[in-house]
């Protein structure tokens, strides 16, 4: 036993290596790569979350020179030590072999070797200052977190409340994270009510709806509910008094609603304008809409198909926000509210309830649209999270979803308490959540798309190694 403990520790320590090597690879063949989103977090502005502008801030402080260096070295140590502690986790779990660990070793770095050849972009991701340079290892770690509390049993338990936790850190660096503390709150709520049920049926009253309501609260739903709602309330406190700090100004991230608001001129007609009540916002709405319409920046000239209609949304929404819709936005703030470009933060903000005005007033107008393009973005946001985007990878998504989704319920069927189902249950929730909250904002490019990737191809590769073993592994709680 203790010559094999041994062997699994060198084999961790030889696994973390191999991480060490790739990503001083990419250190010190590469160099910070400087982005539009690097400008808005260096300077700390309010369209930004806090969380990797003040980071910067601080190497700053310490190498006013030689920061980014120093912030790409950091992303690229926590991407070897973050991918490192996922797989030791993974491999205790589930008792893997050498082999299979190779296999997840690979899997893991996809995304660091994915972006930088296939992607628009080609952006080495750990070199690049932007969020995404430090998220993509960050994440994973996260995930195994809220693993680790779904396989404790306890609902508000300590792992419970560090998983919360590591997603509000995670939340402060970019909002695209805030989907994380929903499917925290519905694991945890899931597995309240599964424990509560089981303490029911244990008493002999499983019919009795008073008792099984009790026994669901004694499982901490109410601690859960609370510790939810205590989250995203912190959060935005915490960005409030950040953006008071930094700027003067206490209100939480703008640009959020300016980049929804790209959705709707994307999918609206000249007609839908008549429901405008006030004339100054409908001629600007006819402005936007003219010019974007003559360079056919509308949902009318995007080919057939679903892949279709959502690249060619794709291609129309950074410019329907930040040309067809912010120039014109940023005069009307000028000539109604006396804010010009010399007060840069509250213009944003001010742009910001525009895009706010002119979506409340078209949305009922444009709605069947709407939910039309939604779906296409959607669906190609599901595609790139597992695949890329060629019409017969398309074919291949589907039905690996679809085999992800059946072997997670046959292996739940054959053994309700099945790890590897549970892992794949909650990627598959927080695909569907990442997808759909994004595609409700912006457009699914891959660098948004393929957090759940690695995570998704491991679970579906233990599902597969369960379903060929006599019994469904159980779980294996942390020593205290």
């Known amino acids: 036993m203790i010559l094999k403990k041994g062997n699994v520790q060198l084999q961790n320590l030889l696994f973390g290596a191999v991480f060490a090597v790739f990503f001083a690879y990419l250190l010190f063949t590469g160099e910070p790569v400087y982005t539009g989103d690097t400008f808005q977090h260096e300077n700390q502005m309010i369209m930004r979350e806090p969380g990797y502008a003040l980071l910067i801030q601080v190497l700053r402080a310490i190498s006013p020179k030689r920061h980014f260096w120093l912030l790409i070295a950091l992303q690229n140590l926590v991407a070897a030590a973050a991918n490192t502690a996922v797989l030791v986790f993974v491999r205790r779990r589930f008792g893997l072999g050498f082999l299979v660990s190779f296999l997840?070793?690979?899997?893991?770095?996809?995304?660091?070797?994915?972006?930088?050849?296939?992607?628009?972009?080609?952006?080495?991701?750990?070199?690049?200052?932007?969020?995404?340079?430090?998220?993509?290892?960050?994440?994973?770690?996260?995930?195994?977190?809220?693993?680790?509390?779904?396989?404790?049993?306890?609902?508000?338990g300590r792992e419970s409340i560090q998983?919360?936790?590591?997603?509000?850190?995670?939340?402060?660096?970019?909002?695209?994270?805030?989907?994380?503390?929903?499917?925290?709150?519905?694991?945890?709520?899931?597995?309240?009510?599964?424990?509560?049920?089981?303490?029911?049926?244990?008493?002999?009253?499983?019919?009795?709806?008073?008792?099984?309501?009790?026994?669901?609260?004694?499982?901490?739903?109410?601690a859960v509910l609370a510790m939810f709602v205590i989250a995203f309330t912190a959060r935005s406190l915490v960005i409030h008094v950040y953006n008071y700090c930094e700027q003067g100004l206490f209100v939480d991230t703008a640009s959020g609603t300016a980049m929804s608001f790209a959705n709707v001129l994307y999918v609206a007609d000249r007609e839908d304008g008549e429901a405008i009540a006030q004339e100054a916002l409908r001629s600007l709405f006819y402005e936007m809409y003219d010019s974007a319409d003559a360079d056919q920046m509308n949902y009318k000239y995007a080919p057939?198909?679903?892949?279709?209609?959502?690249?060619?949304?794709?291609?129309?929404?950074?410019?329907?926000?930040?040309?067809?819709?912010?120039?014109?936005?940023?005069?009307?703030?000028?000539?109604?509210?006396?804010?010009?470009?010399?007060?840069?933060?509250?213009?944003m903000i001010a742009i910001d309830e525009i895009a706010g005005e002119l979506s409340a007033q078209l949305m009922p107008q444009v709605l069947g649209r709407y939910i039309l393009n939604y779906f296409s973005v959607a669906a190609l946001g599901f595609v790139r999270t597992v695949a890329y985007e060629q019409p017969v990878l398309v074919w291949y998504a589907v039905l690996v979803y679809a085999a992800a989704i059946a072997l997670t319920f046959v292996l739940w069927r054959r053994s309700p308490r099945s790890m590897a189902a549970s892992f794949m249950a909650v990627v598959l929730l927080t695909i569907a959540g990442n997808v759909c909250a994004t595609a409700l904002m912006i457009q699914c490019i891959s660098r948004y798309m393929i957090y759940n990737l690695p995570l998704f191809y491991m679970a579906g590769f233990l599902e597969l190694r369960e379903l060929c073993v006599k019994h469904a592994s159980r779980p294996v709680r942390d020593a205290d």
């Not at 519905?186 to 709806?209: C, D, H, P, S």
């Not at 014109?328 to 006396?338: C, F, I, V």
């Open 104 to 156: 997840f070793t690979g899997i893991l770095l996809v995304p660091h070797i994915m972006t930088p050849l296939f992607s628009s972009t080609h952006l080495v991701l750990t070199n690049a200052l932007m969020t995404e340079g430090i998220l993509f290892s960050l994440y994973p770690l996260a995930f195994i977190q809220l693993l680790r509390a779904m396989w404790s049993g306890r609902p508000a």
């Open 304 to 347: 057939s198909g679903i892949l279709g209609r959502a690249a060619h949304h794709e291609q129309c929404h950074d410019d329907l926000n930040f040309i067809y819709f912010a120039e014109p936005a940023k005069r009307y703030a000028g000539e109604t509210q006396n804010i010009y470009p010399d007060r840069y933060q509250e213009l």
């Open 163 to 222: 998983a919360l936790l590591l997603f509000f850190f995670l939340s402060l660096i970019r909002g695209q994270m805030m989907v994380l503390f929903v499917v925290w709150f519905l694991v945890m709520f899931v597995l309240a009510v599964l424990r509560g049920v089981q303490a029911t049926e244990e008493t002999g009253e499983r019919k009795n709806t008073f008792v099984l309501a009790e026994n669901i609260g004694r499982q901490g739903l109410a």
